[in-house]
């Protein structure tokens, strides 16, 4: 069964700092991966999509990298600012899983401080 | 264009009531899903449906309806609460199932189960 967790669970840094959220699964076999961004009592909103012939995906100050083989993926956001406090989730597709349905992680919660 | 509309926002039951969650997507979308998400989990895939007429079990599907009688339409029943239900439930769909399509996911619904 895919299982996905993500390190660490919780993050505060100073606004203008660079920054690494961390995505681990299981099984290598996937479609593609997803990083989402959850605010507070909202949904889950899609940042970065990355296939699994893909290294890495890049928007504006977010980079998602990919590696496959070992199981891991990073979501690297340059010069942090305020806006960027939320909870950042990975999720998997994965070929096994109910309908090819994603596969979440718990997610790391951000906090910017100005 | 409102995109994936859930309601009530916020729900408080007693053990034994039913009731039914409410989802509408109005972006034509074939895949529609429901996940619940509870602290320090990832979201868990409860039911879905890869069109009009067709459902299927995802992960935790225990103590839960859905049906699809229309594309636009995926209401999710709960036959008879239990605390355990106690959870803020997400609705969600894409184009299709697989590949590079994204999820859009509505704000949730908060319930309570006393």
């Known amino acids: 069964k895919q299982e996905v967790t993500q390190i660490p669970a919780a993050l505060s840094v100073p606004e203008g700092e660079n920054l690494v959220l961390n995505c681990s699964f299981t099984d290598s076999a996937i479609y593609n991966l997803q990083w989402f961004r959850q605010d507070p009592g909202k949904g889950l909103t899609s940042l970065l999509l990355?296939?699994?012939?893909?290294r890495e995906q890049t928007s504006g100050r977010l980079n998602a990298s990919l590696d496959k083989s070992s199981g891991r993926s990073t979501l690297y956001i340059a010069a942090s600012q305020p806006g960027d406090s939320a909870t950042y989730l990975c999720?998997?597709?994965?070929?096994?899983?109910?309908?090819?349905?994603?596969?979440f992680g718990p997610g790391t919660r951000l906090s910017v401080l100005p | 264009n409102a995109g994936v509309t859930q309601t009530p926002k916020f729900q408080v039951l007693k053990t034994g009531q039913s009731m039914t969650l409410q989802c509408a997507q109005d972006m034509n979308h074939e895949y529609m899903s429901w996940y619940r998400q509870d602290p320090g989990m990832g979201l868990r895939l409860i039911h879905y449906?890869?069109?009009?007429?067709?459902?299927d079990q995802g992960e935790v599907p225990n103590g839960y309806n859905v049906s699809r009688s229309t594309t636009e339409d995926f209401p999710l029943r709960l036959l008879s609460a239990a605390p355990s239900q106690t959870s803020v439930y997400f609705c969600?769909?894409?184009?299709?199932?697989?590949?590079?399509?994204?999820?859009?996911f509505g704000d949730g619904t908060r319930l309570s189960i006393l």
């Open positions: 990355i296939q699994s012939s893909q």
């Open positions: 999720a998997v597709q994965h070929p096994d899983n109910y309908g090819q349905n994603f596969v």
């Open positions: 969600a769909s894409s184009y299709g199932q697989g590949g590079n399509q994204p999820q859009h």
């Open positions: 449906s890869v069109g009009a007429g067709i459902t």
